[in-house]
């Protein structure tokens, strides 16, 4: 599982055997490619209506990022107003939301239709960033599906990833590889350093 990165594909294809049917672009990147259009949707709406003194999209920046589940309850009143509202970035963040119903489905033709309806609505949105994203998705179609295949997702590789971030900024960086190293294993290593019991 990785991200829709060209270096990535490149190098994967170059060291894995029969790597076209083993990639897997993971969930969490396109949901992320797809936020990154809602967010530059909202940046242009909102510039567009300052403009004309209608501060509508002031302060709702994250508004946006979250799926609809995730949304603090605080939140859910002024939402649902601006989702009912006719602005280019509801309609941007409802595309985004029905690309996350992709990996709702059991089967792969099923989601393959669904990506289909999804793409057109997408292209048809005249929103281009959100006409960009899905293009670079239809491009990368295969390896989106091939998740139905395999069923792996990025997740613990960013969770390490993230582990291994918090360990350098606790050190304040390293100034020696070896450290850098040694402080991974103990943290990320899974090792019982509990003494014996015997």
Not at 130 to 155: E, M, P, S
């Amino acid at each position: 599982a990785m991200d829709i990165w060209d270096p990535y594909i490149a190098s994967t294809r170059g060291y894995v055997p029969e790597a076209e049917e083993k990639i897997v672009f993971d969930r969490y990147h396109l949901m992320t490619h797809m936020g990154k259009a809602v967010d530059t949707v909202r940046k242009r709406e909102h510039r567009a209506l300052q403009q004309v003194g209608d501060e509508t999209l002031t302060k709702s920046k994250y508004l946006w990022l979250y799926s609809e589940e995730n949304l603090p309850e605080k939140h859910w009143e002024r939402f649902e107003e601006l989702k009912a509202s006719h602005l280019k970035t509801a309609r941007a963040w409802a595309i985004k939301e029905s690309l996350r119903d992709l990996w709702n489905y059991t089967r792969k033709g099923w989601a393959s239709a669904h990506f289909k309806r999804w793409y057109f609505w997408a292209t048809h949105s005249r929103l281009e960033p959100v006409i960009k994203a899905a293009r670079t998705f239809h491009r990368h179609l295969q390896n989106v599906l091939t998740y139905f295949k395999h069923r792996v997702t990025n997740a613990v590789c960013e969770g390490v990833n993230s582990k291994i971030q918090t360990i350098i900024k606790m050190a304040y960086g390293f100034r020696n590889r070896d450290h850098l190293k040694t402080a991974i294993y103990f943290h990320c290593g899974g090792l019982d350093l509990y003494p014996g019991t015997h």
